[in-house]
């Protein structure tokens, strides 16, 4: 498996202005978009796309966790009676690539483009999961020789219910203290020698948050790598950045500083997995816990239909 960089970004990311129904596609509308298309399809109302291209994303900030579909459409020369297929790209959260192929398309002879003359291909779908937390969703067309028009729909999934996944090997606990409510929050240090291992179930979420800890002598924003192993080999690189604390002390006090939270949602694949966490850079050290819940997929109900 190729290392992965995950940069978290610190901050509240507002959601997109759509809303969430149990068990129901909800139309996404993008924080930012290129050109817009009305398209018609027999005596179904007119319905938005969004062009894509190839410099210029279109953006989605988005809570999960759930599942993206994307409804694919392209332009058609007259006469011809299918496109020659594409690519798709998407970006997650500024780091994580991935490209996905489109089978060609046969010419639609239901739909029409409202003050266009030219037609539109039938429609593809694309469908990608979000994991828990709050993510920015860029996607790309990569198709140099026709436009794309895209319209996108969105599937909650039920809210994970976290359980503390306890470490396996002998590390000793750090308790924080809340300064409002003085309410113990336990971790676990981990630095360039002293992991934290934790044995995790697949088909799953997990939750990892991390406190970078900081010396007295350091005042300026904290920059700190994790490695996420498994069997030695590095799976994800996470470069988390944080300032001190104003809102949780150490409980038994102590010579360093806890930082900001950071906070790291991953999908579990299936099977077993042990998973190791450890600080890529030798003279650093900070504070983790991981939580974990089961994959729950929402009820069966009415789902949007594609036109």
């Known amino acids: 498996?190729?290392?992965?960089?995950?940069?978290?970004?610190?901050?509240?990311?507002?959601?997109?202005?759509?809303?969430?129904?149990?068990?129901?596609?909800?139309?996404?509308?993008?924080?930012?978009?290129?050109?817009?298309?009305?398209?018609?399809?027999?005596?179904?109302?007119e319905t938005t796309y969004y062009t894509l291209s190839k410099k210029y994303a279109t953006v989605f900030h988005i809570g999960g966790p759930g599942e993206v579909t994307i409804f694919l459409r392209t332009r058609?020369?007259?006469?011809?009676?299918w496109d020659n297929g594409y690519h798709v790209k998407y970006i997650l959260d500024g780091k994580i690539v991935k490209v996905k192929p489109i089978a060609k398309s046969r010419m639609s002879t239901k739909t029409v483009v409202m003050g266009k003359s030219f037609k539109v291909s039938v429609v593809q779908k694309v469908k990608l999961i979000i994991p828990p937390g709050k993510h920015r969703l860029e996607v790309f067309s990569i198709n140099g020789e026709r436009q794309v028009f895209s319209r996108f729909f969105f599937e909650k999934y039920p809210k994970p219910k976290w359980a503390t996944e306890y470490p396996v090997n002998n590390v000793s606990t750090t308790s924080l203290t809340t300064v409002d409510s003085q309410k113990k929050l336990d971790y676990y240090r981990i630095d360039a020698n002293n992991p934290v291992k934790v044995n995790v179930e697949g088909n799953s979420y997990i939750r990892i948050l991390v406190r970078v800890e900081f010396k007295h002598s350091m005042f300026s924003d904290n920059e700190t790598r994790i490695l996420m192993k498994e069997n030695g080999k590095v799976l994800y690189t996470f470069k988390v950045s944080s300032v001190r604390s104003k809102y949780v002390v150490y409980t038994e006090g102590g010579r360093l500083i806890p930082g900001t939270l950071n906070k790291i949602y991953l999908q579990v694949p299936s099977g077993d997995h042990k998973y190791e966490f450890v600080v890529a850079d030798k003279s650093k050290s900070a504070l983790i816990r991981v939580s974990y819940d089961k994959k729950r997929l929402p009820p069966k109900g009415s789902k949007s239909k594609s036109s």
């Open 1 to 45: 498996m190729k290392h992965k960089k995950v940069k978290i970004l610190i901050g509240l990311m507002c959601l997109g202005t759509f809303e969430f129904a149990t068990a129901k596609k909800v139309a996404l509308e993008p924080s930012l978009s290129n050109k817009k298309l009305q398209l018609k399809t027999g005596e179904a109302k």
């Open 76 to 81: 058609m020369a007259e006469g011809e009676p």
